[in-house]
């Protein structure tokens, strides 16, 4: 069964609106960003349609000069060019397959949607960048361990979890919470500071910017609940999976891995919920695996 069919679809409306005033200063912050270009939005769409082809798809990344770029340098790359270097997008396409292209094509909107929020602050934009691929990357290689059949979204959603953090940094920059802009780390109280000192959290304030621009249902739940993963009934392994990185891509960024505790997780009681085999053993006697590879894929994504 697929994670999206795991449990009937929630109403996001209908949860925890920001308050008032922060919905006015999230607007006035960072006025008509869009989190995801309609590009970035139908292609996701698309990769869900199992009638589409190739061609089709390719079609869409073309409306894009930027996507159109970054896939055809992708694709002809040491890793996709086997059969010699290609011009044409749909060909492009057919090499990565859609899984890549899926991610190339977040990942290449997500980070100029970042950019241009926060402009004049290369440093947050950094680190929150890291964030992002370090916890996608981990929840990728977290998937493929532990056989979840995710279909790519693992990595998707953890490129965009913490989207809402960005918001209320730039909505909120003098915030406690949001002072330290250098290394950008999540407080083990963050949720908490959130909504004493502004009134609402990242978690509820990015799926209500995310919702109000149409993202899918299932990267609204990882938004919302990747601190309170149980909490969620709808695509529960995603979410969980997405806990799970984003606890370890913290420790990974903190250089604290040797203090993770399976039993202390989260993601992993969640995802033990769930019903995933021997998670915790199989988390266990991995994890050196699942940090080195993360870190090879950290490089290579770096590199192009
Ligand atoms: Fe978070
Ligand atoms: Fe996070």
């Not at 406690?176 to 959130?194: H, K, M, V």
Request: hydrophobic share 40%; with cysteine.
């Amino acid at each position: 069964m697929s994670a999206r069919a795991q449990s009937a679809t929630p109403n996001f409306a209908a949860q925890h609106q920001p308050p008032q005033h922060v919905i006015e200063q999230i607007q006035k912050g960072v006025g008509h960003v869009r989190m995801l270009p309609e590009v970035a939005i139908k292609a996701l769409q698309t990769t869900r349609d199992p009638n589409v082809n190739f061609k089709q798809f390719g079609g869409i990344v073309e409306k894009d000069v930027a996507l159109t770029t970054r896939v055809l340098a992708m694709a002809n790359s040491s890793l996709f060019a086997a059969g010699g270097s290609t011009a044409s997008v749909a060909q492009g396409v057919s090499r990565l397959g859609f899984r890549q292209c899926k991610n190339i094509i977040i990942s290449t909107c997500l980070a100029s949607t970042m950019k241009s929020m926060v402009a004049r602050e290369q440093v947050l934009h950094e680190a929150l960048w890291n964030h992002s691929l370090t916890t996608a990357s981990t929840a990728k290689h977290l998937a493929d361990k532990l056989d979840l059949d995710l279909g790519g979204e693992e990595f998707t959603a953890g490129m965009i979890h913490d989207f809402g953090r960005l918001l209320l940094a730039t909505a909120f920059p003098k915030s406690e919470g949001y002072r330290d802009r250098i290394s950008f780390a999540e407080l083990p109280n963050q949720r908490e500071l959130e909504i004493e000192t502004i009134g609402c959290c990242h978690c509820a304030a990015g799926a209500w910017f995310g919702m109000d621009q149409g993202l899918p249902q299932e990267l609204l739940a990882v938004i919302k609940y990747h601190h309170t993963p149980e909490d969620s009934v709808y695509c529960r392994e995603l979410v969980a999976v997405v806990a799970l990185a984003g606890e370890i891509a913290d420790l990974i960024q903190a250089e604290k891995t040797e203090t993770f505790r399976k039993d202390k997780s989260v993601g992993m009681k969640a995802l033990q919920k769930c019903g995933v085999n021997q998670a915790g053993e199989r988390l266990e006697s991995s994890f050196q695996w699942l940090l080195d590879s993360v870190e090879v894929s950290l490089q290579e994504m770096l590199d192009h």
